[in-house]
T-cell receptor, first 113, second 112 residues
Framework: DSGVTQTPKHLITATGQRVTLRCSPR?????VYWYQQSLDQGLQFLIQ???????AKGNILERFSAQQFPDLHSELNLSSLELGDSALYFC????????????FGPGTRLTVL | EDQVTQSPEALRLQEGESSSLNCSYT??????LFWYRQDPGKGPEFLFT???AGEEKEKERLKATLTKKESFLHITAPKPEDSATYLC?????????????FGKGTKLSVIP
């Protein structure tokens, strides 16, 4: 158990809908990363927050957004969903400063029908 | 752009048959190279971090090594419970983000 929690574990929805994925980092970790994992693309970095502020963006679509709250949990919002958005979404957390290791949560499996 | 290539894509070993997984990388300045293990439907589990060429780290039947262009994950006398996908990732300096660029992984199957 990495100490990172994600909810829900599974999410099934229809095209055009909007969903919110939630992540709680390990106790004491300030940084949260979101990744998407699909069969053909592997793990792709989406976005990072550090202590409530956006720090870096990867290949995140404009339909996707995220935020980190004062209690350091983070939410990833996916809107106008398409079939191709079906994937595993992982959150990872890092302590901060010069600590470099990211610890991953169990993921949310999103299925768009 | 940082790139990570892992080979082979899949590897089947008999229990006890040692082998190595390869991770080749291209990065503008390496801060660290990471190995993770991922079981089906689960999140990646951290194994090792390597920082400089010549460095080695071991954990049970696994040993990771690093050169200036690639890393190897050596598996000695594997057991069925070592079956998983092994992911390699690089971390480059830049704006303090510490983000990871992953390879697509090597799926290891160890047959009893």
């Amino acid at each position: 158990d990495s100490g990172v929690t994600q909810t829900p574990k599974h999410l099934i929805t229809a095209t055009g809908q909007r969903v919110t994925l939630r992540c709680s980092p390990r106790s004491g970790d300030l940084s949260v990363y979101w990744y998407q994992q699909s069969l053909d693309q592997g793990l792709q970095f989406l976005i990072q927050y550090y202590n409530g502020e956006e720090r870096a963006k990867g290949n995140i679509l404009e339909r996707f957004s995220a935020q980190q709250f004062p209690d350091l949990h983070s939410e990833l919002n996916l809107s106008s969903l398409e079939l191709g958005d079906s994937a595993l979404y992982f959150c990872a957390s890092r302590r901060g400063g010069t600590t470099d290791t990211q610890y991953f949560g169990p993921g949310t499996r999103l299925t768009v029908l | 752009e940082d790139q990570v290539t892992q080979s082979p894509e899949a590897l089947r070993l008999q229990e006890g048959e040692s082998s190595s997984l390869n991770c080749s990388y291209t990065v503008s300045g390496l801060r660290g190279l990471f190995w993770y293990r991922q079981d089906p439907g689960k999140g990646p589990e951290f194994l090792f971090t390597l920082y400089s060429a010549g460095e080695e780290k071991e954990k049970e039947r696994l040993k990771a090594t690093l050169t200036k262009k690639e890393s190897f994950l050596h598996i000695t006398a594997p057991k069925p419970e070592d079956s998983a996908t092994y992911l390699c990732a690089v971390q480059a300096p830049g704006a303090g983000s510490y983000q990871l660029t992953f390879g697509k992984g090597t799926k290891l199957s160890v047959i009893p």
